[in-house]
């Protein structure tokens, strides 16, 4: 079992940066792929990004694609997100998801098998 724990959320304006990391423990991290949804208030958790074990594959909604950069160090045993150009839009708690699955990448929710606990991001513009 491995827990996560994500961090570097705040209030930013609009076109500015913010870099999310999501701290593990428990477990390796290279053992698992990894993704960031996020939830905006009275909208579903959307899917953001993801990342499989090894780094060589990685996916991203349309709407992040150009502006944020998933990574992962595990050596340090965290992943990262680095958001650019930051929209009001992209205002949303952010949650790190681990996934144990055969998969080598997936951006369904119900895929992922361990969870953060959020870091909230806003842009205000």
């Known amino acids: 079992q491995v827990q996560l724990v994500e961090s570097g959320g705040g209030l930013v304006q609009a076109g500015g940066s913010l870099r999310l990391s999501c701290a593990a423990s428990g477990r390796t991290l290279s053992s698992y792929s990894m993704g960031w949804f996020r939830r905006a208030p009275g909208k579903e958790r959307e899917f953001v990004a993801v990342i499989s074990k090894s780094g060589g594959t990685i996916d991203y909604v349309d709407s992040v694609k150009g502006r944020f950069t998933i990574s992962r160090d595990d050596a340090k045993n965290t992943m990262y997100l680095q958001m650019n150009s930051l929209k009001p839009e992209d205002t949303a708690v952010y949650y790190c998801?681990?996934?144990?699955?055969?998969?080598?990448?997936?951006?369904?929710?119900?895929?992922?098998?361990?969870w953060g606990q959020g870091t909230q991001v806003t842009v205000s513009s």
């Open positions: 998801a681990a996934s144990q699955r055969l998969f080598t990448i997936t951006r369904r929710d119900y895929h992922y098998d361990y």
